[in-house]
């Protein structure tokens, strides 16, 4: 069983940064992929940004230049660094992971607010 734990999320103002973290209870590296996901109040959950095992990223059209996701195997975590925030990306942020040993894994997830 695959335990993920996010944090890093609050209240930022429009322009500003947050870094999310989420930490897995396996061994990263291991995975085929983790990602970041997002909901916002009445929508439906979108992916974010995601690293492969090989290394390669994928972002959201909306994210790109802005949003950078990168892990640390040696700590087991994942993180989404959040650069130039605008409100439109309010949001409980989760973390997926999916393993074809484990299979696939959210964590609880993580508000992230962009607000003045």
């Known amino acids: 069983q695959v335990q993920l734990v996010e944090s890093g999320g609050g209240l930022v103002q429009p322009g500003g940064s947050l870094r999310l973290s989420c930490a897995a209870s396996g061994r990263i590296f291991s995975f085929n992929y983790m990602g970041w996901h997002r909901q916002a109040p009445g929508k439906q959950r979108e992916m974010v940004a995601g690293?492969?095992?090989?290394?390669?990223?994928n972002y959201a059209d909306s994210v790109q230049g802005r949003f950078t996701i990168s892990r640390d195997n040696g700590k087991n975590t994942v993180y989404l660094q959040m650069n130039s925030l605008r409100p439109e990306a309010t949001a409980v942020y989760y973390c997926?992971?999916?393993?074809?040993?484990?299979?696939?894994?959210w964590g609880q997830g993580t508000q992230v607010t962009v607000s003045t």
């Open positions: 997926k992971s999916v393993s074809s040993t484990h299979g696939v894994y």
């Open positions: 690293i492969y095992s090989d290394g390669s990223t």
